[in-house]
C-alpha cells in the first residue's frame, strides 16, 4: 500500500523539479539569442571605420556611427551631472533624515516615478523644454535621462546606506563628531561601493532608452557639441537604420546594438567586480 | 581589590552623593514615547572611579547610560526629564549642544564598531580629525598615547596602517576604547563593553579599566556579577528603571540594604 503512493510522490517531485529548472533555462535563453543574432549580424560591420567615421550616404559602402557613440556618452555624462546628486543627496535624506510618514511619501512617489514608460517622460520633458525653446536639443536628451536616473539612483542609495550598522553612526557621533561629517565620512564612505554600483546601474538602465530622445534629442547625422542642437545617440540610431529599406544600413544597425549591448554588459561586468567583496564579513 | 584603601574613594558618604562628583544626576527620568525606561534616578558618580550598572535585561541600564551623553536623543520617540551635571555644567542646557557633551563623555559600545575604511591609526585618530585637528605631530602624539593607554600598542606598533578589521575580535574592542580616549574626554561611559569577548580578552579589557581609573572616570554597565565587583568601585542596581540600590561595590555583593539587590547579586533572580 506504501509502495505505489512512494512512487507517485517521487514522480511529482521529479516532476516539479524539472518544470523549475526547464523555467530557469527559459531565463537564459533569451540572452543567448539576442547575442547569437547580434554577433552573427553585426559582428562583420564592426570595425575602426565603425568608430571614427560619420554614417555614409545610401549606396556607398563603409561608414560608421563615430557621432552616435559620442553622442550617447555626451547625454550620459549630462544625465549623470543631474540624475547623480540629486539621487544620491535624496537618498541620503531619506536614509539618514525625515520622518516615517514623510520618508513613506517620497518612497512611494519614487516608485511610481521608476514605473512610469519611458515614452511618459519623453513626452513631459518635450512639452517642459522643447516646446518652450523651440527646438529638440541635447540638454533636453540628458535632462530626460537624468530625470530617469533620479528615483532609480535614490532608493539604491537609500538601501545601500540603511546597509551601514547603526553602530558606525552612533561610534562616530559618541565620539562628538558632528552629524553631517559623520554621514560624509563614515556612512557614505562605508557604502560608496554600493552607491557606485547603483549609480552605474541606473547608467546602464538609461544607456539604452530610445523612445525618450526621440522626443527630446532628436538625432543627428553630422557632430555636434552643442548642447542646443539636436544629437545622435546610439538607440536612435540604431531605430533610424532599422527602419530603413537599406541592407547596408541593416547591418550597421545590428553592429550598433552588439555595440551597446557590449557597453552595457561592461557596467554590470564592472558592478560584479566591485561588489564583489560585499559579502565577505565586514567586522 | 575594592578592599584596598587608595582605591576606594574617601569621599563616598551614604548613599553615594560624593563631595565634588564627576557627574550629578537629579531625578532622572527617560522615556520612549508612553514607556518611562528610566524612573526618577538620582546619584553622583566620584570623578576617577568605576561605578558599575547592573541590572537584568530591560531595566533602563543602558537607557540610563545613553542619557549620560546624550545618545539616546538619536532616537525620536525619546525624552528626558530631570538634570545631569557634568563637573558642575548642566549638559541638558539649551546653550548646550550634543555635540560639546560627546567631546567630554565617550562611550564604548558593547559590539567593537571600528570603522571599517580605515586604518588602525585613523580610527583612533578620527574623533580629532573630523573635529578639526590638522597638525601632525599632535595626531601622531595622540595615537600612541591612546593605544598605550588601551593596552594595544605593543601589538600594532608595526602596523598601525593595516585595516582596523584585520584586528582580533578583543584587539577592536580596544581599539574602539583607544579611540574613544583619543579625544580626551572627561567620563568614558562602557555599555557592556566584553560580553562579546573571550574570557581572555575580557580580562584584558577588566585590567584595563582599572588602570584607566587613574585618569578617567568610568561608568560601566556590565551583566556580568563578577565582573562589577571585580572591576567597580561603586555598583547601582536597577530594576524595572528604578534605581534600587546604589553604594560600594563591596557593600553591595556583601551586604545589600536592599532584599531585591541581594536577591540579584546572589543569581536567585534576573
Known sequence: MTAPNHRWRKFKNGFMQTLTFVCAILVVVPLVLVFYHLVREGFTSINWAFFTQLQKPVGEPGGGMANAIAGTFILLAQAAAYGVPIGVLGGVFLSEYGGTKLNWWIRFAADILNGVPSITWGIVVWALMVVPMHGFSALAGGVVLGMMMIPLVMRTTEEVLQLVPAGYREAALALGIAKWKTIVQIVIRTALKGIVTGVLLALARVAGETAPLLFTALGNQNWTHKLTEPIAAMPLQIFAYAISPYDDWHRQAWAGALVLLLFVLCINISVRFLTRDRFQPKI | ?270
Open chain 2, 1 to 270: 581589590m575594592p578592599d584596598s584603601p587608595n582605591q576606594m574613594p574617601n569621599a563616598a558618604p551614604e548613599p553615594g552623593f560624593a563631595n565634588s562628583p564627576a557627574l550629578a544626576v537629579r531625578n532622572l527620568s527617560v522615556f520612549f514615547g508612553k514607556n518611562a525606561a528610566v524612573k526618577n534616578v538620582s546619584l553622583d558618580i566620584a570623578a576617577r572611579t568605576v561605578t558599575a550598572i547592573i541590572g537584568p535585561s530591560g531595566c533602563g541600564k543602558s537607557t540610563f547610560l545613553r542619557a549620560i551623553n546624550r545618545m539616546h536623543e538619536l532616537n525620536p520617540e525619546a525624552r528626558m526629564e530631570g538634570e545631569i551635571k557634568l563637573f558642575g555644567d548642566d549638559i541638558y542646557s539649551r546653550a548646550v549642544e550634543s555635540v560639546t557633551v560627546r567631546r567630554r563623555i565617550g562611550m564604548v559600545f558593547q559590539k567593537s564598531n571600528p570603522f571599517p575604511t580605515m586604518s588602525i591609526v585613523e580610527n583612533v585618530t578620527v574623533g580629532l580629525r573630523l573635529n578639526g585637528m590638522r597638525d601632525r605631530k599632535t595626531l601622531a602624539a595622540r595615537t600612541e598615547q591612546s593605544l598605550r593607554m588601551a593596552a594595544l600598542w605593543d601589538e600594532v606598533k608595526d602596523r598601525l596602517h593595516a585595516p582596523a578589521v584585520s584586528l582580533s575580535g578583543g584587539q577592536q574592542q580596544r581599539l574602539c576604547i583607544a579611540r574613544a580616549l583619543a579625544v580626551h574626554p572627561e567620563v568614558l561611559l562602557m555599555d557592556e563593553p566584553a560580553s562579546a569577548l573571550d574570557p581572555l580578552a575580557t580580562a584584558k579589557i577588566e585590567d584595563l579599566i582599572l588602570d584607566l581609573k587613574k585618569n578617567y572616570t568610568i561608568v560601566i554597565v556590565t551583566h556580568n556579577m563578577q565582573q562589577a565587583a571585580r572591576a567597580s568601585d561603586f555598583t547601582a542596581f536597577f530594576y524595572l528603571g528604578e534605581l534600587v540600590e546604589f553604594g560600594p561595590t563591596t557593600k553591595i555583593f556583601t551586604n545589600p540594604a536592599q532584599k531585591r539587590t541581594e536577591d540579584y547579586v546572589t543569581g536567585r533572580f534576573g
